[in-house]
């Protein structure tokens, strides 16, 4: 508020066009005033408080017996492992039909597993699993290690909280202490270790309580309580409290902002108890529009699909200088699924990989103007191993193409053949340095087969975005006490790491750039030139991609957006990312650019080492005054090419020699080549009199530049000219000679 900033009242004048005109506070002018935000949800310090450590004594005996006799009723007799348990995951880990959580986990494995290892199920991990389980029993009691699994238990979600250990279950579910919980309530808890999810008394009421009585039942046969209690506690409805602080907004967002402070805060501060004020990089109305281009998608997706499936969608939007989240939705209903798809779904990417494979190849000096056939080729790798690429769809030019091409079009082999020609542990390190998981060193890593999620693409697109700086995405922007005074750990140390844009130059500035104006023609001439119409005045690049699901990663010059869409499940979208995910990506930054014009921009910011020149796009080569298309790019001075098109130019610098010569109408001439008895006929034009077009005859090879000479005594004319001979040498030939017009006005 004003008197915590020193300022009794600040007053605010706007202009009419409803912009800040001026800020004074007790009549003097201030450049800016900070307000507080609003607040997003109260849970960062309620999960503080809720997550203090309880000690064997403080757990109410009833739910000791409550977990114990649903998940582990021998743990106080047998060892680390439960021998019959092991031989029981065995048998059903080796039956189709059977789930290999059935089995014999005792507490101590289960700690193990959910604090130190992954959710894989192999025989692997369950024998690491012992072995490690054995460890901690050797060097812990057996009441304190109930203990931690009591505290480190996962119970779920509630709105947007994590609710992990049976302290936090009990307040977030219930609103009561532990020691305040009735028996009905107790057995709710407990019976939730083995499905959080599907047995959330909040959602799933009627399946609670059907595992809520299992456990009563589990209980009243180990003698932990009478037949009275019993079914008194089995006849009571399941209630839950109220959530005080339910979050109807960004709870994706709120999850991850949470995540990131746990991992960032200080031993001393995370178990002091103390609340903290969390301050994060949400932009409130960006937020909104985002959760609106995704339902909007998902809408008309459903009409596509009509009614058999929706698929879910995910989004989020960074500034690509600071890292800062502005805008992240997960899915289309938290209350349905509380899995992130933004931060944890791995997918594979696609097509919006292939600028890493193209940023790899400038990097090591392969031209984006190089050459590539566009066909169906066959790729060997490892000194045998065969690839076949194929162009999506099945269609290929038959003719070379550019590598600048290759990625606008989205074409699969050139691309694969950039990855080749540069090195695939080249490219595997570059998309590893730009914040994506490392791939195998496969030639089909250039189409984008190993998985990421949506937020290590956007990261990896900051790079493009800003000058070749990688920026690590973050959600916080600092985190205070709730008194106000920022957040100490041990020693007085801060007790989270203030926000700082943590960026790496990961390529060269011209890199960069030049990737940008590839990425830029993928919006005006490429696979994503419905955006080019909708944003108008804006500078836009981006890729589509198109897996199993369907991807759009791009980026202005201030904000960097990422879509996606699929089915949990992986089941082919069949859908384009063209289709699926880029009408929610234009209808976002759209609308994001007309709220904040800031965050658009008419133009990416040039480098001074790149320059601009015009190509033939047929040769890569320069453009001359002949070729039928010219193409503007922008490129390193070391990737501007040296010749003119050697198609339709004079890539031998032939036209100065016609400098000279006299201009004269067209006539048209016939030449044999002496040395390979190969015909070819054109004509010159008096306005470009080097530029000569040819038509094969039957057998005959192209003439690529023909310079002609002044008239002869005897009225005949000469040229200079270049010919392809049969051997594939080039040389030089006089035997030219102008061919007179028949009585009937034909040429002969």
């Known amino acids: 508020d004003a008197a915590a900033q020193g300022f009794g009242v600040v007053r605010v004048e706007f202009n009419h066009r409803g912009q800040i005109e001026s800020i004074t506070g007790d009549d003097a002018r201030l450049d800016s005033y900070t307000l507080e935000p609003e607040p997003l949800t109260a849970d960062a310090g309620e999960k503080t408080a809720s997550r203090a450590a309880l000690s064997y004594d403080e757990i109410p005996p009833v739910l000791a017996r409550a977990v114990l006799s649903i998940e582990d009723r021998r743990f106080f007799e047998h060892g680390p492992v439960d021998l019959w348990g092991i031989a029981r995951a065995a048998f059903s880990w080796g039956r189709e039909d059977q789930d290999f959580k059935q089995g014999g986990s005792t507490i101590t494995q289960q700690l193990v597993k959910n604090t130190y290892l992954t959710p894989e199920r192999t025989l ?62 107790v057995a709710t808890i407990a019976g939730m270790i083995q499905s959080p999810a599907r047995y959330a008394p909040d959602r799933h009421p009627e399946d609670a309580q059907v595992r809520r009585n299992t ?15 019993a079914r008194a506690a089995a006849a009571e409805p399941v209630r839950v409290a109220p959530l005080e602080h339910a979050d109807a907004t960004a ?24 609340g903290l004020r969390v301050y994060t ?38 500034d690509p200088r600071t890292g800062q989240v502005l805008a992240m939705v997960g899915g289309d209903s938290y209350a349905e699924s509380q899995l992130n798809r933004a931060t944890d779904a791995l997918r594979q990417p696609g097509s919006v990989f292939k600028p890493v494979v193209y940023a790899a190849a400038m990097e090591s000096g392969i031209s984006p ?80 087969t190993t998985e990421a999620t949506p937020l290590e693409v956007a990261t990896a697109y900051t790079a493009f975005a800003d000058d070749g700086r990688v920026v690590r995405p973050n959600p916080v922007l600092r985190v205070e006490g709730v008194s106000g005074a920022s957040a100490l750990g041990e020693n007085g140390a801060p007790a989270l790491e ?49 897996s199993r699901d369907g991807w759009f990663a791009g980026f202005t010059p201030n904000l960097v957006c990422v879509v996606w869409v699929g089915f949990d499940d992986g089941e082919e979208l069949n859908l384009t990312g063209a289709d699926s995910a880029l009408p929610a990506w234009v209808e976002f930054v759209r609308r994001a650019v007309e709220l904040r014009p800031e965050l658009g921009g008419q133009s990416f910011d040039r480098p001074a080492s790149v320059t601009t020149v015009e190509i033939d796009p047929e040769t890569g080569q320069l453009a001359s005054p002949s070729c039928p298309q010219r193409e503007r790019v922008t490129v390193a001075p070391a990737f501007v090419p040296e010749h003119e098109c050697s198609l339709h130019g004079d890539p031998w610098g032939l036209r100065a020699l016609a400098a000279a010569s006299s201009a004269e109408q067209p006539s048209t001439v016939q030449t044999a080549a002496a040395d390979t008895g190969d015909v070819a006929e054109g004509y010159y034009t008096s306005a470009t009199p080097a ?18 000479e002044p008239k002869r005594t005897d009225g005949a004319s000469r040229a200079t000219q270049v010919v392809n001979g049969r051997d594939g040498r080039r040389r030089l030939t006089n035997d030219l000679r102008v061919v007179p017009k028949g009585t009937d006005g034909r040429q002969e």
């Open 369 to 448: 103007l190089t050459l590539s056939a566009d066909a169906p080729r066959e790729f060997t790798y490892d000194g045998h191993a065969k690839y076949r690429p194929a162009n999506y769809g099945g269609g290929y030019s038959c003719r070379d193409v550019t590598l600048r091409t290759g990625l606008v079009r989205s074409l699969n082999v050139v691309t694969v053949d950039a990855a080749m020609r540069t090195g695939l542990t080249r490219v595997a390190t570059l998309a590893e340095r730009l914040g994506l998981p490392r791939p195998q060193a496969y030639p089909s890593l250039a189409l984008g």
């Open 691 to 708: 530029a000569y077009t040819t038509r094969r005859a039957a057998g005959a090879t192209l003439i690529e530049a023909a310079v002609r």
């Open 281 to 318: 990089t949400l932009d409130l109305e960006l937020q909104q529009i985002a959760e609106e281009s995704i339902n909007n998608q998902l809408a008309r997706l459903e009409k596509v699909f009509k009614g058999r499936r929706r698929p879910q969608a995910a989004l989020v939007a960074l």
């Open 251 to 274: 709870p994706y967002f709120i999850d991850y902002a949470n995540r990131v402070v746990e991992s960032r805060l200080s031993p001393s501060a995370a178990e002091s108890g103390q």
């Open 498 to 546: 203030e926000n700082a844009a943590d960026a790496e130059q990961v390529l060269k500035p011209s890199t960069a750039y030049m990737l940008t104006d590839m990425l830029s023609a993928v919006i005006d001439h490429g696979t994503a030139r419905a955006a080019r119409g909708a944003i108008k005045g804006v500078a836009v690049a981006g890729k589509t991609g198109t």
């Open 215 to 229: 456990v009563l039942a589990a209980m009243l046969r180990d003698g932990a309580i009478t037949q009275d209690e």
């Open 124 to 185: 692997r991990r369950k024998f690491h699993e012992a072995a490690l389980a054995s460890v901690i029993e050797s060097r812990i009691r057996k009441r304190d290690i109930l203990a931690l699994y009591c505290n480190e238990i996962y119970l779920g979600r509630r709105g947007s909280i994590a609710v992990r250990g049976v302290r936090q279950a009990a307040r977030v579910f219930f609103g009561k202490e532990l020691k305040d919980l009735t028996l009905a309530e």
